[in-house]
């Protein structure tokens, strides 16, 4: 069984990410669940997304805390709030971009410092990448999540030509060049 939650804020396209990885994970032979957790997606709030997929049957989407095989997270402070969820071994592909919640926005609070120092230290395995440069060289800055999914797809035993397939036939026409070189870009800087 493999677990993966998938963390970000609403409009970074966490959805589309558990998409691909869901379908991807169908393609390679595996039974998926696949719980979307909205929060407050509609305001800039936390968003959690569960993949779980085994060659044997699944029966519920949702990872308890300490039992998470990989975390993607699309935004620092969001990492930080999901590490809970990590087993011991487990890896962390954490996107470096740090977006200002309202408390920050409105001036009540400040974005806390070094998160991805401490980030280091309470994960075993842990790649981060600036994944919003990789997506702007791409071609468009909303192509983070493929870039996200790419880092992902190096470390697992999926053929790559089953990734690219798969966000063929998900990702919107109007993008799709952008996004298979988003995934290139994530791809890479993971090898």
Not at 15 to 28: C, M, P, T
Not at 125 to 141: F, K
Request: charged fraction near 20%; include cysteine; aromatic fraction near 6%.
């Amino acid at each position: 069984m493999t677990s993966i939650l998938i963390v970000g804020v609403g409009g970074q396209g966490t959805l589309l990410a558990s998409r691909i990885l869901g379908s991807v994970a169908i393609r390679a032979g595996f039974d998926v669940k696949v719980s979307e957790v909205h929060g407050m997606s509609q305001r800039g709030g936390s968003v959690e997304t569960y993949v779980r997929f085994s060659k044997g049957k699944v029966d519920s989407p949702i990872i308890d805390y300490g039992c998470a095989d990989i975390v993607i997270a699309f935004e620092l402070l969001e990492a930080a709030r999901s590490v809970r969820y990590l087993k011991k071994s487990a890896a962390l592909i954490v996107n470096t971009q740090q977006l200002n919640p309202m408390p920050v926005i409105a001036g009540l609070a400040a974005y806390p410092e070094g998160l991805l120092e401490e980030l280091q230290m309470k994960a075993a395995n842990m790649t981060a990448v600036n994944a919003l440069d990789l997506a702007i060289a791409s071609g468009s800055a909303k192509t983070v999540n493929v870039v996200l999914i790419g880092v992902l797809a190096a470390s697992m035993d999926i053929a790559k030509k089953d990734w690219l397939d798969t966000i063929r036939e998900i990702a919107p026409e109007k993008m799709l060049t952008a996004n298979l070189k988003a995934f290139e870009a994530g791809y890479c800087a993971a090898s």
